[in-house]
């Protein structure tokens, strides 16, 4: 199976968490899938200094180049791969899954939206039969776009190895460094999630 690894950027506090997406791409690879890393070329929302943990001022990052530092083999450019190439999509976290695959970033939940050729991709993904993964708070994204968790829980509320599953609409997602304490328990919840993506998808819709 070809798995996309959608990236946002390099670093958990502006972009996608750099052991998340490595984390995934090993296991993918592990179970003997081939990991197809995807960015699409815009600006971060902002840039921070991860040592100090404070925003940089006036300087600005694409997320395509940064997700380059990332990406294991070629990097594609969101608009131009086919969904129809991927056959399962997998979002790692980090605060860049929020700040940018969504605009509106820390406004009320009403006015935030997947930005449209990230929203396009994935819905194309999905509608062409691929599950669609996702780590931490690349949750907020699948669940703007697929709705809420039918067991009413979220990603803080399962554990750091358990995964959360929406069946009907093929999307699943694992805490990651949201619950983890560890990198072990990071990978088990990442293992189980990827073993769950490369299974066939329930047609049916709830």
């Known amino acids: 199976m070809r798995i996309g690894i959608l990236l946002c950027g390099c670093g958990a506090l502006d972009g996608t968490d750099p052991h998340e997406a490595i984390l995934s791409m090993a296991e993918i690879q ?3 899938h ?3 890393c995807i960015a699409a070329d815009r600006p971060q929302l902002h840039v921070v200094n991860h040592a100090t943990f404070l925003e940089i001022p006036d300087k600005t990052r694409s997320q395509y180049d940064e997700s380059s530092r990332l990406s294991y083999g070629k990097l594609f450019n969101i608009i131009d791969i086919s969904p129809k190439m991927i056959d399962a999509l997998l ?3 980090g605060q860049g899954a929020v700040k940018n695959l969504m605009a509106g970033f820390g406004v009320l939940s009403e006015q935030r939206q997947v930005y449209p050729d990230v929203a396009k991709f994935i819905e194309e993904v999905s509608a062409a039969s691929g599950k669609i993964g996702a780590i931490g708070l ?3 994204v699948v669940t703007e776009l697929f709705g809420p968790w039918p067991s009413g829980k979220n990603c ?6 358990e995964i959360i599953t929406n069946e009907g609409r093929g999307v699943a997602a694992t805490p ?4 983890c304490t560890n990198l072990a328990q990071m990978q088990a919840g990442i293992s189980k999630l990827i073993e769950h993506l490369t299974h066939p998808k329930v047609s049916s819709h709830q």
């Open 156 to 161: 803080m509320e399962i554990g750091p190895d």
């Open 34 to 36: 081939d990991a197809i």
């Open 138 to 140: 690349a949750e907020f």
């Open 176 to 179: 990651g460094a949201l619950q």
């Open 30 to 32: 592990r179970l003997g």
């Open 91 to 93: 979002i790692p976290g």
